[in-house]
């Protein structure tokens, strides 16, 4: 506990602000003996405390002399938090916005968290599939999703560890070839879930469903195809179905499968990235992103790659 | 993983689909399934095809049988779909022309008296999309292309890549070239 407030001390002193050290303790002491706050969340209350108090930014502190906190990516869940971390480049998307430099997913062994470098970072392009230790990037919650900020405060470099990238975290971009059986308005058995076929669970036999959504879709990159499971949420943010809607729709028509069919009339044949969880042969998709225009940088370089043979 | 698995829909532009020639089982026993082999080494049991569709036609006599003119930066693929593609055959009977169809399909040959080898595709399903996935399918096909290119002058130890080889003895410049034009024909518009 001395040991964090001394640290405290010192941050503060070093941005040329003078606190009483006891008055940190008492402060910290409260927190973690009285209240049961865990050692860090109580540094960062009582840093974030005085910060107010003396009406400094957080940028500012976090990125002062001091190191940011080294952290793996699935711990990056405190918004506008400075930290340090390795990761791989997963992925390099589109970008589409003119201050942005590039935009894209990066993985450790604990997670894929998706990154933004601005125009502002004044360090070298990323590639795709290199290692780096990113210096003072910063966390930045939007719509409930964690992703990281690169600006003129970070820097990346090239490191020689090859970082493995965790199973459970997995990216696929590739056209949606096919949606198949068993996907738009369906039943589920309300003792186990299970998706009935029929009005039938296989193991409770005949039930009364409870209507959900959910979309089995398979991904092909021309190279492999990928088998992918989108659940209610982003089944109704890719189509604009609701449950309700659906329902609806298919009261009307007197037929479930025409959910189905206005989900391939949305779907099939464009190009996504899908995130998510791989299981066995499945990928269980927490985010879908459609892929909406041609990289002029990449057209150029396969053209010169197309040319020069 | 035990079982089935799915075929890969492959990325073929129409010039190179319609120069190919080679088809062929992969095993002995009738359900082996059936490929047809590109010039660049593509193994193609499935396809997957962003184009123009800018012709169509009822020429069936009994009952329906669309013929369908897809076009993409290098050539037209021809696809077919009768009763036993219902979907595709609704989809060519409603929808108007010129339009971006998503098409994927198998590959299937025909030769003729002469002893020419047509190529055309017979749909599973055709979508209707928008310009930006064409060209992006563009995009994609060439990528695929390049590297399959990348492949044959390296001397790759791929049977498939040995195969195309031997049988095509492929002009590697007319597909570069082919690549070529078809990521030319979309600068005009990034
Ligand atoms: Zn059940």
Same mark, same amino acid.
């Given at each position: 506990?001395? @040991?964090?407030?001394?640290?405290?001390?010192?941050?503060?002193?070093?941005?040329?602000?003078?606190?009483?050290?006891e008055?940190?303790?008492?402060?910290?002491?409260? $927190?973690? =003996?009285?209240? &049961?706050?865990?050692?860090?969340?109580?540094?960062?209350?009582?840093?974030?405390?005085?910060l107010?108090e003396?009406?400094?930014?957080?940028?500012?502190?976090?990125?002062?002399?001091?190191?940011?906190p080294?952290?793996?990516?699935s711990? #990056?869940?405190?918004?506008?938090k400075?930290?340090?971390?390795k990761? &791989?480049?997963?992925?390099?998307w589109?970008?589409?916005? @003119?201050?942005?430099?590039?935009?894209?997913?990066?993985?450790?062994?604990?997670?894929?968290?998706?990154?933004? &470098?601005?125009?502002?970072?004044?360090f070298?392009e990323?590639?795709?599939?290199?290692?780096?230790?990113?210096?003072?990037?910063?966390?930045? @919650?939007?719509?409930g999703?964690?992703?990281?900020?690169?600006?003129?405060? =970070?820097?990346?470099?090239? /490191?020689?560890?090859?970082?493995?990238?965790?199973?459970?975290?997995y990216?696929?971009?590739?056209?949606?070839?096919?949606?198949?059986?068993?996907?738009?308005l369906?039943?589920r058995?309300?003792?186990?879930?299970?998706?009935?076929?029929?009005?039938?669970?296989?193991?409770h036999?005949?039930?009364?469903?409870?209507?959900?959504?959910?979309?089995?879709a398979? #991904?092909?990159?021309? /190279?492999?195809?990928?088998d !992918?499971?989108?659940?209610?949420?982003?089944?109704?943010? #890719?189509?604009?179905f609701?449950?309700?809607s659906a329902?609806?729709l298919?009261?009307?028509?007197?037929?479930?499968?025409?959910?189905?069919?206005? $989900?391939?009339?949305?779907?099939?044949?464009?190009?996504?990235?899908?995130?998510?969880?791989?299981?066995?042969?499945?990928?269980?998709?927490d985010?879908?992103v459609?892929?909406?225009?041609v990289?002029?940088?990449?057209?150029?370089?396969?053209?010169?790659?197309a040319?020069?043979? | 993983?035990?079982?089935?698995?799915r @075929?890969?829909?492959?990325r073929?532009?129409a010039q190179?689909?319609?120069?190919?020639?080679?088809?062929?089982?992969?095993?002995?026993?009738?359900?082996?399934?059936?490929?047809l $082999?590109?010039?660049?080494? !593509?193994r193609?049991?499935?396809i997957?095809?962003?184009?123009?569709? /800018?012709?169509?036609?009822?020429?069936g006599?009994?009952?329906e049988?669309?013929?369908?003119?897809?076009?993409?930066?290098?050539?037209?693929f021809?696809?077919?779909?009768?009763?036993?593609?219902?979907?595709?055959?609704q989809?060519?009977?409603?929808?108007?022309?010129?339009?971006?169809?998503?098409?994927?399909?198998?590959?299937?040959t025909?030769?003729?008296?002469?002893?020419?080898v047509?190529?055309?595709?017979?749909?599973?399903?055709?979508?209707?999309?928008d310009?930006?996935?064409?060209?992006?399918?563009?995009?994609?096909?060439?990528?695929?292309?390049?590297?399959?290119?990348?492949?044959?002058?390296?001397g790759s130890?791929?049977?498939?890549?040995?195969?195309?080889?031997?049988?095509?003895?492929?002009?590697v410049?007319?597909y570069?070239s $082919?690549?070529?034009?078809?990521l030319?024909?979309?600068k005009?518009?990034?």
């Open positions: 506990m001395k @040991e964090i407030s001394q640290d405290i001390y010192r941050k503060f002193q070093e941005l040329g602000v003078e606190i009483s050290p008055d940190i303790e008492d402060r910290l002491d409260k $927190m973690v =003996s009285k209240f &049961k706050v865990p050692k860090e969340e109580a540094r960062r209350s009582v840093v974030n405390y005085f107010k003396h009406n400094i930014p957080r940028n500012q502190f976090y990125t002062g002399q001091s190191e940011s080294m952290m793996k990516v711990e #990056l869940n405190t918004d506008g400075w930290v340090n971390i990761g &791989k480049v997963v992925q390099l589109e970008n589409t916005h @003119e201050s942005i430099s590039q935009v894209g997913l990066i993985a450790d062994e604990t997670g894929t968290i998706k990154f933004t &470098k601005w125009g502002s970072a004044e070298a990323l590639t795709e599939g290199q290692s780096y230790l990113f210096r003072n990037v910063v966390v930045n @919650e939007w719509n999703k964690f992703q990281i900020n690169m600006n003129k405060n =970070s820097s990346a470099g090239q /490191i020689e560890e090859n970082i493995t990238v965790g199973t459970s975290t990216a696929f971009t590739g056209a949606l070839v096919d949606i198949q059986t068993g996907s738009g369906i039943k058995c309300p003792q186990c879930n299970r998706a009935l076929t029929k009005g039938a669970c296989m193991e036999g005949k039930v009364d469903g409870v209507y959900d959504l959910r979309i089995k398979v #991904l092909d990159d021309g /190279i492999t195809a990928q !992918a499971i989108i659940k209610r949420d982003l089944a109704e943010e #890719l189509t604009g609701t449950l309700e329902i609806a298919a009261a009307d028509a007197l037929d479930q499968g025409v959910v189905l069919e206005e $989900m391939k009339k949305m779907l099939v044949g464009k190009y996504y990235t899908a995130t998510g969880s791989r299981v066995e042969r499945y990928l269980l998709v985010s879908m459609p892929k909406s225009t990289d002029p940088q990449e057209l150029d370089e396969l053209i010169a790659t040319e020069v043979a | 993983m035990a079982g089935y698995s @075929e890969v829909a492959r073929v532009f190179e689909f319609r120069e190919s020639t080679l088809t062929f089982k992969d095993g002995d026993d009738q359900y082996a399934p059936q490929y $082999m590109t010039p660049t080494g !593509a193609v049991n499935r997957f095809i962003v184009g123009t569709l /800018i012709e169509k036609e009822d020429i006599t009994d009952s049988y669309w013929r369908g003119r897809v076009i993409d930066p290098t050539g037209s021809m696809i077919y779909a009768g009763q036993y593609q219902p979907e595709a055959a989809v060519l009977a409603e929808c108007e022309t010129p339009a971006f169809v998503a098409i994927v399909g198998k590959p299937s025909y030769t003729t008296g002469e002893g020419d047509l190529t055309s595709v017979r749909p599973e399903s055709i979508h209707v999309v310009g930006q996935t064409r060209d992006i399918w563009v995009v994609d096909t060439a990528k695929k292309t390049l590297t399959r290119l990348k492949e044959l002058e390296g130890d791929s049977p498939d890549v040995e195969k195309a080889k031997e049988y095509y003895a492929p002009d410049k007319h570069y $082919m690549v070529s034009q078809a030319q024909s979309l005009e518009s990034y």
